[in-house]
């Protein structure tokens, strides 16, 4: 990483000397794409919970612009990801994901021009995709890195949102959950967490999900929690044929614990209790 330049001064640093310099080099590249437009950037998801799985998981912000970002823009920002994507910033630059959203986007009913970096590449955006979950998790524990605290301009979403996200994740879990990949892991592990919210009213991480379901699902997939734990927190387990045999096993299992979800979050849609 380059050290040449004086850092970024950020509003929130960190104890890791290797992450809080690489995220003051993120705010630098993208302030040289956005300049003035640059309002706030905050970050969210794992690092907010102190819970990051470097190699695995990823280090979500939302940086908060004055304008609609067009596709121009959206092909500058794209290009002055390279280098974070290429490793030039240690891991923890390989996992920056996350939105490019104008200030009159931090409401998911307004339209716009919005960019965002994914795992899999860049695209525009119409809208504010990040979800229900995202805006009350930011609202309550995202992490101002750079410029104003807009947080409380994220809508307070109300129950009957985070259910409709519930129930939609419900059936994208019974739908696409497979085991086979390093990744099958987070349908475990996200499905706890969605019923801790729907048994508890709590917004926790994937850690505090696994320890809450091991003790508090009701099905046989709860046993299967602190393995996945395990093996998000250290990803070079995935290496050893018995952890892979392992995950090839979890089909079956992450099929249960959505159904389990979604009987949970029928239940509270019909405001039935246990």
Not at 140 to 152: A, C, F, T
Not at 171 to 178: A, C, P
Not at 232 to 261: C, K, M, Y
Request: glycine share 10%; proline share 5%; hydrophobic share 40%.
């Amino acid at each position: 990483m380059a050290a040449s330049r004086p850092p970024v001064a950020l509003v929130t640093r960190f104890a890791d000397a290797q992450l809080s310099a690489m995220l003051s080099e993120f705010v630098r590249i993208i302030s040289a794409v956005l300049g003035q437009q640059l309002i706030s950037v905050v970050l969210h998801g794992g690092i907010a919970f102190d819970d990051l799985a470097p190699g695995y998981g990823d280090l979500d912000f939302v940086a908060v612009t004055a304008d609609e970002v067009g596709e121009e823009l959206g092909q500058r920002l794209s290009d002055a990801r390279r280098p974070l994507r290429a490793g030039d910033y240690g891991v923890p630059g390989t996992m920056v994901e996350g939105a490019f959203l104008p200030r009159k986007m931090l409401d998911p009913s307004v339209p716009g021009k919005a960019f965002w970096w994914g795992t899999s590449g860049e695209r525009p955006w119409d809208r504010n995709n990040l979800g229900w979950f995202v805006c009350k998790q930011i609202r309550e524990r995202g992490i101002v890195l750079w410029g104003e605290n807009l947080k409380q301009e994220f809508p307070e979403p109300r129950r009957d949102d985070l259910l409709s996200d519930t129930l939609t994740a419900c059936q994208q879990g019974l739908t696409h959950g497979k085991g086979g990949t390093l990744h099958s892991i987070d349908w475990l592990l996200t499905a706890a967490r969605s019923l801790q919210w729907l048994k508890c009213g709590t917004l926790s991480s994937k850690s505090e999900a696994a320890d809450w379901g091991t003790q508090d699902a009701k099905g046989e997939w709860r046993n299967l929690l602190p393995r996945a734990k395990k093996l998000r927190l250290n990803p070079s387990l995935f290496e050893t044929g018995d952890t892979r045999s392992w995950v090839a096993t979890l089909t079956e299992p992450i099929q249960q614990a959505w159904l389990e979800v979604k009987v949970a979050a029928g239940k509270a849609e019909r405001g039935c209790g246990e």
